[in-house]
C-alpha cells in the first residue's frame, strides 16, 4: 500500500482567550479528516509536539477547533501557520477523486508542451477560488503559474512521471523578474477544472 502525506488545514490566528485557532482548510472533507480525537504531530518551536483534537464547531462557514495540550491564547498563537498532515492511502484517494492530484505527487514532475518540449518541473501548486494553478519552474529558473485546467493541462500520468501542458502562446515566455510571485506553500488536492 503506498501512502501520502496530505496537508489538510494550516493553523491560522489564535481565537479567544483559552486556545482557540481559526483553520485554513485545505481538504474537501473536514468533517471526517477533523474529529474528535485525531492526533497530529508537529514541529513547533523547534520541537515535536502532539496536538490532539478537544473540539471543533464551524461558524459562518470558517472552522475552528480546539487542541487539548494548548490551553492559552499565546500558545495557540505560537501554532500559527503549521500545517496539519494526515497520512492517506494513495489508491483510495485516486479511487475517489481521479482528478485529484496531490503536491506530494506531482512536486518534481516535469512539464512538458504536447510537442515533447521541456517546459519545467512542477514545484507547487497555489489553490484560487476560480481554480488551482500549477506552479512550474521553467528551465530558465523562471516561475510560471499554469492553470490547472483541461484545456491547458490535458494529461497528469503518474506512472510515466509527466504532466502534459498546452498553454497558451506566451505563457512561458520571460517576465521581468518583479513580476514573479513567491513560491507556494500548500499541498492541498487540485482539480483540474473542466
Do not use: C, N
Request: net charge negative; glycine share 8%; proline share 6%.
Amino acid at each position: 500500500m503506498s501512502t501520502l502525506d496530505v496537508i489538510i488545514a494550516t493553523i491560522g490566528r489564535a481565537h479567544g482567550l483559552r486556545g482557540e485557532v481559526a483553520l485554513v482548510l485545505r481538504t474537501d472533507q473536514p468533517e471526517e479528516r477533523l474529529q474528535i480525537g485525531t492526533v497530529f504531530e508537529v514541529e513547533a518551536g523547534g520541537r515535536r509536539r502532539s496536538l490532539t483534537i478537544q473540539s471543533t464547531r464551524v461558524q459562518q462557514d470558517r472552522w475552528y477547533l480546539r487542541f487539548e495540550e494548548v490551553a492559552d491564547r499565546s500558545d495557540a498563537e505560537s501554532l500559527r501557520g503549521i500545517d496539519l498532515e494526515v497520512e492517506v492511502d494513495a489508491e483510495q484517494e485516486a479511487d475517489e477523486d481521479p482528478d485529484a492530484w496531490y503536491l506530494s505527487q506531482l512536486k518534481g514532475l516535469p512539464v512538458r508542451h504536447v510537442d515533447g518540449r521541456e517546459l519545467g518541473t512542477v514545484i507547487g501548486i497555489d489553490h484560487y477560488p476560480a481554480q488551482d494553478l500549477l506552479v512550474v519552474r521553467t528551465t530558465d529558473r523562471r516561475r510560471v503559474q499554469l492553470p490547472f485546467v483541461e484545456q491547458l493541462v490535458p494529461e497528469v500520468d503518474l506512472e510515466a512521471g509527466v504532466v502534459i501542458a498546452d498553454p497558451p502562446g506566451g505563457m512561458f515566455d520571460a517576465l521581468p523578474e518583479d513580476e514573479q510571485g513567491p513560491e507556494p506553500e500548500t499541498s492541498a488536492p487540485a482539480r483540474k477544472k473542466r
